[in-house]
Protein backbone atom coordinates (compact mmCIF):
# COMPACT_ATOMS: atom_id res chain seq x y z
CA UNK A 1 0.00 0.00 0.00
CA UNK A 2 2.93 2.07 1.19
CA UNK A 3 4.97 1.82 -2.52
CA UNK A 4 1.59 2.18 -4.31
CA UNK A 5 0.99 5.79 -2.80
CA UNK A 6 4.55 6.76 -3.49
CA UNK A 7 4.14 5.94 -7.15
CA UNK A 8 0.55 7.95 -7.46
CA UNK A 9 2.64 10.99 -6.14
CA UNK A 10 5.14 10.30 -9.04
CA UNK A 11 3.01 9.59 -12.13
CA UNK A 12 2.63 12.10 -14.70
CA UNK A 13 -0.38 11.80 -16.30
CA UNK A 14 -4.03 11.51 -15.08
CA UNK A 15 -4.51 7.52 -17.06
CA UNK A 16 -1.71 6.73 -14.68
CA UNK A 17 -3.10 8.05 -11.84
CA UNK A 18 -6.63 6.41 -12.69
CA UNK A 19 -4.59 3.09 -12.54
CA UNK A 20 -2.63 3.76 -9.77
CA UNK A 21 -6.04 4.98 -7.07
CA UNK A 22 -7.95 1.61 -8.74
CA UNK A 23 -4.80 -0.60 -7.33
CA UNK A 24 -5.00 1.37 -4.36
CA UNK A 25 -8.80 1.19 -3.76
CA UNK A 26 -8.88 -2.38 -4.97
CA UNK A 27 -5.87 -2.80 -2.13
CA UNK A 28 -7.66 -1.28 0.73
CA UNK A 29 -11.09 -3.69 0.16
CA UNK A 30 -8.83 -6.39 0.22
CA UNK A 31 -7.39 -5.21 3.29
CA UNK A 32 -10.87 -4.36 4.94
CA UNK A 33 -12.03 -8.27 3.59
CA UNK A 34 -9.55 -9.83 5.42
CA UNK A 35 -9.68 -7.75 8.77
CA UNK A 36 -13.56 -9.10 8.51
CA UNK A 37 -12.34 -11.79 8.34
CA UNK A 38 -9.83 -12.48 10.86
CA UNK A 39 -12.36 -10.60 13.26
CA UNK A 40 -15.02 -12.80 12.34
CA UNK A 41 -17.01 -9.96 12.19
CA UNK A 42 -20.81 -10.36 10.85
CA UNK A 43 -22.41 -8.34 8.44
CA UNK A 44 -24.27 -6.06 10.81
CA UNK A 45 -20.69 -5.04 12.06
CA UNK A 46 -19.12 -4.64 8.97
CA UNK A 47 -22.01 -2.36 8.27
CA UNK A 48 -21.06 -0.23 11.56
CA UNK A 49 -16.90 -0.04 11.22
CA UNK A 50 -18.19 0.81 7.15
CA UNK A 51 -20.63 4.08 9.00
CA UNK A 52 -23.14 2.31 7.03
CA UNK A 53 -25.67 2.10 10.09
Known sequence: MLALHRRLAAVRTEHEQTNLQRQIDAADRQIDRLVYEL????GEEIKIVEGQE
Open 39 to 42: YELT
